[in-house]
């Protein structure tokens, strides 16, 4: 994982993604990318560019890693990384879990890194594999997560009115909604 002083977040609309993404599939050991935001159809996009390109991409759901027993939760961390191959790609979906959202952390107005993301991110940086986390709310991007990413990708919604209006009734659950972290977003 690289640390540098300079802003490692970037929109996904940006030439320097191609870039960043190239990068990383050249030398994914120990490298680690944070998509952020709620605009699933181009994360989705991104991932799947990374797998028609030659990568090997494994996708990971970290509900299934991630529990509200600390032990447990480092024991299934621990499986994750023996099971995983040198030069493979993590593709870490449900990435908001690791913010408290199971372990029983409340939200406040600073967040910190909960023990599970800072143990996980340690095997990270120790890894021969690349991994790509996911998180819908930029909220939970902490100061660790962006200190320790390669960089963080920004996945905005559309700002133009007829795609900001398709991208709204995407969003639309017939079996309701949860309200969204009102937490004020790091400047």
Do not use: C
């Not at 030439?15 to 699933?40: E, H, M, W, Y």
């Not at 991104?46 to 991630?66: A, F, G, M, P, Y």
Request: net charge positive; proline share 3%; hydrophobic share 30%.
């Amino acid at each position: 994982m690289k640390s540098s002083d300079e802003s490692k977040r970037i929109p996904h609309t940006a030439d320097t993604v191609d870039d960043v993404i190239k990068a990383f599939q050249s030398n994914p050991a120990g490298n680690f990318i944070v998509l952020a935001g709620k605009n699933r159809g181009d994360k989705k996009s991104l991932v799947n560019k990374l797998q028609k390109s030659d990568s090997k991409v494994k996708t990971v759901d970290l509900r299934d890693i991630i529990s509200t027993v600390e032990e447990e939760t480092y024991e299934n961390i621990e499986e994750l990384f023996n099971s995983l191959s040198d030069g493979e790609i993590v593709y870490l979906n449900n990435g908001d879990v690791l913010s408290g959202e199971y372990t029983g952390n409340t939200y406040s107005f600073r967040r910190y890194a909960t023990p599970q993301e800072k143990y996980l991110l340690k095997k990270i940086e120790n890894s021969n594999s690349g991994f790509i986390l996911d998180l819908l709310d930029e909220a939970n991007v902490n100061n660790l997560l962006e200190r320790k990413s390669s960089s963080v990708v920004e996945f905005k919604p559309p700002k133009g009115g007829l795609g900001k209006l398709f991208w709204r009734l995407k969003q639309v659950s017939l079996n309701g909604h949860t309200f969204e972290n009102k937490r004020p977003l790091k400047k």
